[in-house]
């Protein structure tokens, strides 16, 4: 039964890995690109943790960070960001936006606004 629950257990692991290196893999072979953008809006889910360690009690949270850019061909594109990226940006915001595939690089503020976009 043992052996039974740690293939299950390894093979799962397995794919897990194999799925997080594709889609890094996948990003990796994607260009770099800058392109005007504007920020449409900002989201952000918390998830909390508690349990029970040698009658301890332990609390985590962990804050994911969320901004949707429109960029210049009125595509919206939604990108996971740090939080002191998240902490700078304003809704309406224009600027460059600097990603590659689904990985956010920089957004850089502008004062002007694009008629573009």
Do not use: C
């Not at 799925?19 to 996948?26: F, G, P, Q």
Request: hydrophobic share 35%; charged share 20%.
């Amino acid at each position: 039964m043992f052996s039974i629950m740690f293939t299950v257990v390894a093979v799962i692991i397995a794919i897990t890995g194999f799925r997080m290196y594709r889609e890094w893999s996948y990003t990796n072979k994607q260009p770099l690109l800058t392109v005007d953008a504007y920020v449409v809006s900002k989201r952000h889910h918390t998830t909390s943790h508690t349990h029970n360690q040698d009658g301890h009690m332990h609390h985590n949270t962990d804050t994911s960070y969320f901004v949707t850019f429109e960029v210049e061909s009125g595509d919206r594109i939604e990108m996971r960001i740090q939080g002191t990226e998240f902490g700078q940006l304003a809704e309406g915001d224009w600027g460059r936006l600097t990603f590659q595939g689904n990985r956010f690089h920089r957004f850089e503020r502008s004062s002007q606004v694009s008629a573009s976009v």
